[in-house]
């Protein structure tokens, strides 16, 4: 048996941070001491974390790894995109999987996806994809929950979104199943217009893609959602990626009269980047993603739901594209631009720097955000997402005295931008330790390719 010991840590959980020490025999967790405990004279590999703090290796509930979107693929496969999610310190993915070919069933996504995922080096999950519904449809979601993927998306936008006949019976079903339904929130009808309209005109720059879905589209599309549920006796429902001041308010008046199934969560590029980007011609095609990036008082309002917690998680929606060229396909035309930015590498020590260093949450509440919900929500925290005797020894440790520049070229991410480039961040990542198993010191990857497990989820 092989014993880690990561000693004299500032270690913080979902409930509190202390220092102490941390045993883990192989790759569970088995013992914690606090600072004035004496710890065991085993013979254990030792990791002095003086001054450091030790944090739960993240859960990152929403990525896009080798997302095909028929013309181009997101750059990131899962071997680039696990490194980077490993090396920001996130040792468990939920990936979402792309649309499959036209018609097909609900269970063809789940065998591409097991392929793609091989070379992974983080554990993961995936997410289903709904994009049709018929009986055949509804048979199989019990069929994916068997085989441990228990949460499904659905888009309520896009060529292959689901309409409300569809949607209802869906949340009918995941009630009956006990299945979490995800959702993409933006009103179809009212987004296809104004890019139609925009288009006929002429107005075909970056700024008209923010333009073109409004934060009106999204608040419908939440409400509407979250109703649908609550009338389909309140299955688990989760709002991937909010982004608006008004989609909260959809949000807190759904939750008024019974909100326990109800959960919702934003990414970093919504808290950090704000719709004036799309102002510049060139540059703008970064940052085309949808939902589209809002005012400064939606990152405001989006901090406080944060704080207050009525937002339960932080996802990157990590789904990169060269901005030298695939993103230039949109270079006339917004709407050909392929949707979605780079994130996962930095959205802890993003998290870590701006949100607990500046005070605008605790580190619990980071922890909570973006290690525990996650985890708690998607069916596998017994395992992962907290620091606790039992789980898996998956751990971030997390210099808070280093300062340092973000820069893309320090970054591992399989793309040519980040969105938080020329970021001063306070704290930096020096090991990542994934099922006990040290998998990053300082920058650098050091694991095996294909290291990651899949996890099946309950
Ligand atoms: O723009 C985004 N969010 N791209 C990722 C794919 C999707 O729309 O979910
Ligand atoms: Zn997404």
Redesign the pocket.
Known sequence: MRHLLIKNAKIATSQKVFEGSVLCEDSVITQIFSKNETLPDYDADTIDALGCYLLPGGVDPHT?FD?DIGYTRASDDFYTGGVAAACGGTTTIID?MAFGPKGAELTHQPKVYAQLAKPCVIDYGFHGIIQHVNEQVLADMATLKNNGITSLKLYLT?DDMIDDDGIFKVLLRAKQLGITICA?CENNAAVNALRASYVSQGLTQPKYHALSRPPQAEAEAVFRFLMLAKIAGSPKAYIV?LTSKLGLEALTLARKSDGENIFAETCPQYLFCTDELYNNEQEGLKYI??PPLRTQSDTYALWQALAEESIQTIGT?H?PFFFATQKQRGKDNFTLCP??APGVQLRMQLLFSEGFMKSRISLPQLVRLCCTNPAKIFGISQKKGDIAVGADADFVIIDPGISWQVTKAELCENVDYTPYEGFKLKGKIKTVISRGETIVTGEHYIGKKGRGQFLHRV
């Open positions: 896009h997302l979402h896009y993409h990626h993603m949808s929606d789904c949707n979605g």
